[in-house]
């Protein structure tokens, strides 16, 4: 069965500071792998998406992710973060339409 | 354009009564999504349909929560004999169409609290 596993809870970052939350999977074949973002009151956002094809993707907010098969990986990376960037983040995989997520991490960032 | 919509934004009833939360869809898209998110978790697969049939709703918990999607547009999901147990943050999604590759566009959610 699909799974992922986002060991971090909470992160605290200072803002301009880089960041990365750390996601594992576990998928049988080839993954797709999805990061979304949620903020307080707000329906889940997609961030980036890995099908195929380069491992490293690029996505909206100058947020980017890197697939390591070798170590069923796929961690979000932020070069500076700002304020804004505060939420809840979620990675998510899915084989056959459903997506399975991770617990979420929550992204704080201090001043 | 519009995006997913889901009514209403917030649900309190009380333990045993019979609730309806509503969807509605980008206009178009063929599959909608049912998940649920319970505080401090990440969102848990309920449902999904593929115009207005049910193509997996392995996730439903029980036979008190049932989804329709009668016109394959908007979708309800019914939650009978409600309990403490189903407080959550009931999601709907939609997508273009089933391909693993579609994005699933959220909609904002339902709070369901039961008391």
């Known amino acids: 069965a699909q799974s992922v596993t986002q060991p971090d809870i909470h992160i605290t970052v200072s803002e301009g500071a880089s960041l990365e939350l750390r996601c594992n999977y576990s998928?049988?074949?080839?993954?797709?792998l999805f990061w979304y973002v949620q903020s307080p009151g707000q329906g889940l956002q997609l961030l980036l998406k890995?099908?195929?094809?380069?491992?490293l993707v690029q996505g909206i907010k100058g947020f980017e992710a890197e697939f390591k098969r070798s170590q069923s990986s796929f961690n979000l990376r932020k070069p500076s973060v700002h304020w804004s960037d505060a939420a809840e983040y979620f990675c998510?995989?899915?084989?056959?339409?459903?997506?399975?997520f991770g617990t979420g991490t929550r992204l704080l960032v201090s001043p | 354009g519009a995006g997913v919509s889901q009514t209403p934004s917030n649900k309190v009833t009380e333990k045993g009564k019979y609730v309806e939360l509503r969807c509605d869809p980008i206009?178009?898209?063929?599959?909608l999504y049912w998940y649920r998110q319970s505080l401090g978790q990440g969102p848990e697969f309920l449902i999904y349909?593929?115009?207005?049939?049910?193509?997996?709703d392995s996730g439903l918990p029980n036979d008190r929560f049932f989804a329709v999607r009668p016109e394959g547009s908007v979708s309800t999901l019914k939650i009978q004999r409600t309990e403490r147990g189903d407080s959550a943050v009931y999601l709907c999604?939609?997508?273009?169409?089933?391909?693993?590759?579609?994005?699933?566009?959220f909609g904002p959610g339902t709070r369901l609290t039961v008391l």
């Open positions: 349909f593929q115009g207005t049939g049910a193509a997996d």
């Open positions: 890995y099908f195929s094809g380069d491992t």
């Open positions: 998510a995989v899915t084989g056959f339409q459903k997506l399975v």
């Open positions: 206009s178009g898209h063929t599959a």
């Open positions: 999604a939609s997508s273009p169409g089933t391909s693993g590759t579609n994005e699933q566009f």
């Open positions: 998928y049988g074949a080839t993954p797709y």
